[in-house]
């Protein structure tokens, strides 16, 4: 979790999240944190009424975020990139099998990669872009 949040923290302009389950309050914290600092941030979140999700936090402080609950067990993606339309920064993916909770680092055997890569920054931005345009009516976001 600790490298999932030096990543998220390493954001300058621009960063995406699809995760399935996001109860993890420091890296909701991050996540606000770089949201309040300017950098345009958007999620997808499945498991919004969870205890502890991060969803409310999220949306109360302007991140744009949509649910994905209205469709269960559909969206059990768990990545996030960095920068990357910033190719100047060092774009990035976090992905993994490893939620953004309590439980996937101190109960389960999950792996997390951290990918510094543009083009493959760019790949994840392009699914996102897509996901994310089905739930608003707006592709090409």
Request: net charge negative; with cysteine.
């Amino acid at each position: 979790t600790s490298h999932i949040e030096t990543a998220v923290m390493s954001v300058n302009t621009n960063m995406e999240i699809a995760m399935f389950t996001f109860i993890n309050n420091d890296l909701g914290d991050a996540v606000v944190s770089r949201h309040n600092a300017g950098v345009n941030t958007k999620c997808i979140v499945e498991n919004i009424f969870y205890f502890g999700s991060e969803y409310n936090k999220l949306d109360n402080a302007g991140v744009s975020i949509q649910s994905h609950f209205s469709v269960a067990n559909a969206f059990h993606h768990k990545y996030a990139i960095v920068d990357a339309k910033n190719i100047s920064s060092d774009p990035l993916v976090i992905t993994g099998s490893h939620n953004w909770t309590n439980s996937a680092e101190d109960d389960y055997d999950e792996n997390t990669l951290i990918i510094h890569d543009a083009h493959i920054a760019s790949m994840y931005y392009e699914e996102f872009i897509m996901r994310y345009g089905e739930m608003t009516g707006s592709i090409g976001v």
